[in-house]
């Protein structure tokens, strides 16, 4: 199978080094010393679930290199949707799937937006990931799932086809047949986790373990569930119990990765998760005060890192 990544980062990087590792030919679009360190050495993924060293590997930061793929994993982070969206269009042929793994609720349909709908497979990565250094993917717990699935729920031998390679490749491909509830389940969660880690500075492991924090955590996740249920009537209350199991079952010393982009000094995907809980709550009618006084405070680094001067 031929495999573009655009955005061959944490998830992309690993992803798509499982690919590659595996004989697909994959083309892993990446930029800066990333970039530069994968042309030079390769690329090398430290895993729980073993370690990969691929000393050659397909990199480049032009698409045009690359041409019509199979599929495309659309790895970059949610303020660089629209403009690598326009950038993989010499990527793209009649027939190309392109698998999106943004946190958040609105990456598919802006991706589709640009690429055209019919090829865009909305996905969730339940994957902890990050550069540890150029060239270096470190994957840091055992969880590897990319869940994907068609719009209309139905099968397709396009999602069944790309869910085997990564199967043999070793990670965790789950085709769903109700791929919005995925992405709503994830959103409630993943904007309480997202925020209060970053907010705090501090891992999970501390913050589910004081009962003070943890109610606070909790009762984001539930605040933001109910605003998941005013835009998709259907999305089950388990939703909040999941959240939270998958919460405790987290390492002690993890933390979302957007308490990394903010070490980084990194753009904060946070319009993306408690700042679009806040506005879509206001557009349902469904009370946010959490999730808007988690958004006030950390709007201002936010804004900050956006510009690009933190
Ligand atoms: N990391 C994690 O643990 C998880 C992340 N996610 C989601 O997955 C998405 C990807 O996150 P993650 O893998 O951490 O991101 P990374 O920043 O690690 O990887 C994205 C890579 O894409 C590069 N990039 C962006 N735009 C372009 C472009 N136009 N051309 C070439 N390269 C480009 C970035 O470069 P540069 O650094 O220069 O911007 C970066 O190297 C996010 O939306 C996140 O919410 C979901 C679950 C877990
Ligand atoms: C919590 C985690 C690491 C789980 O995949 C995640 O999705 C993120 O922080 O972006």
Redesign the pocket.
């Known amino acids: 199978m031929k495999i573009g990544v655009?955005?061959?980062?944490?998830?992309?990087g690993f992803f798509g080094g499982r690919l590659a590792a595996d004989g697909h030919e994959v083309w892993m679009?990446?930029?800066?010393a990333?970039?530069a360190a994968m042309k030079a050495q390769g690329l090398r993924i430290l895993s729980p679930k073993g370690d990969a060293v691929l000393p050659n590997v397909l990199a480049t930061?032009d698409p045009a290199e690359v041409g019509p793929c199979d599929v495309i994993l659309f790895?970059?982070?949610?303020g660089?949707v629209e403009?690598?969206a326009a950038?993989i269009r010499p990527m793209i042929g009649p027939d190309t799937l392109i698998v999106t793994?943004?946190?958040?609720i609105s990456?598919w349909e802006r991706l589709g937006a640009i690429v055209g709908p019919g090829h865009v497979v909305p996905g969730v990565?339940?994957?902890?990931?990050?550069?540890a250094e150029p060239g270096v993917i470190r994957h840091t717990a055992m969880l590897d799932r990319l869940i994907f699935g068609e719009v209309d729920g139905n099968p397709s031998d396009r999602c069944r086809r790309l869910a085997e390679a990564m199967a043999a490749s070793g990670t965790t491909p789950i085709v769903s047949d109700n791929i919005m509830h995925e992405l709503w389940s994830k959103f409630v969660g993943q904007s309480a986790l997202a925020s209060m880690t970053t907010l705090t500075r501090m891992d999970i492991g501390p913050l589910r373990e004081n009962p003070v924090s943890a109610r606070l955590f909790y009762d984001a996740t539930a605040e933001a569930y109910h605003v998941g249920r005013a835009a998709v009537p259907d999305l089950p209350e388990s939703v909040i119990a999941e959240n939270w199991d998958f919460v405790e079952k987290l390492p002690y010393d993890m933390h979302a990765?957007m308490l990394?982009d903010l070490n980084r000094g990194?753009p904060l995907?946070h319009e993306y998760l408690s700042g679009d809980v806040v506005r879509l709550g206001e557009k349902f009618g469904v009370p946010t005060p959490i999730h808007s006084v988690l958004y006030a405070a950390l709007k201002p680094m936010a804004d900050r890192l956006a510009a690009g001067s933190a």
Request: hydrophobic content about 35%.
């Open positions: 655009m955005g061959a980062g944490a998830l992309g679009i990446a930029r800066g990333h970039l930061d790895m970059v982070k949610n660089d403009t690598a950038a793994c943004q946190n958040g990456a990565a339940r994957t902890p990931g990050e550069i990765s990394d990194k995907e």
